[in-house]
């Protein structure tokens, strides 16, 4: 099984994001492959040589997160499963496996977790994840346009990051992030809405939380 993680970025994301691949360096098991879309640069120095294979992408042009998702999956093709996450944000060290084994498990077309998001959280405090809890066919689309949960399991604790999606391959053969200036902002929540509007889409959601939402206050992707 082969997973691949896109990263949208531009250039004031740039010095978030080598902590996001140094939490890919120490992932328990590593992906096949990252691909970073950086927009609004013409240059861009890592000198820091990683365990996985990792290609950068440069676009000089202004791109929201939309287009640099859907620039960044592009060159992901052969992978089995491909996982979003945004450059400010950090992995759990357990995210890729864990991802995979939900994967094994369910054979999921669709997968979202939980995440942490307090402004004070120290990335060293990622505690070692001995109970996997993972939820088949629990989820579902709101009225709202995003995600939530079938029953309405515990929405406070058992939050939705709908940028940290993962999705088969395949599926993005026929839903990629919305590019149209209308979603900005909401463009993650309306592709996962447009991927369970599919027939026959198999979903999971991971209770466990497997990244770090870091708010960096650098104002988005359009600048």
Partial sequence: MKIGVAIPCYINHIEHLFQLLDS???QTVLPNKVVVSCSSTSRFQHAKEYNFSLEIIVVKDKKNASQNRNIALSELTDMDYITFIDADDIMHPQRIEILLKAIEETNSDIILHNYFNDE??????FNKIENINIRSDSLMRCTSGCIRHINYYDNINDKIHHSQVTVKRIILDKVQFPEEAEFHR??????CHRV???????????QNELSYYKPSQTGGFQC
């Fill in 196 to 206: 369970f509007s599919l027939p026959n889409i198999k979903n999971s959601y991971i």
């Fill in 24 to 26: 890919i360096q120490n």
């Fill in 120 to 125: 004070k959280f120290d990335v060293t405090l």
């Fill in 186 to 191: 909401k463009e993650d929540c309306v592709f």
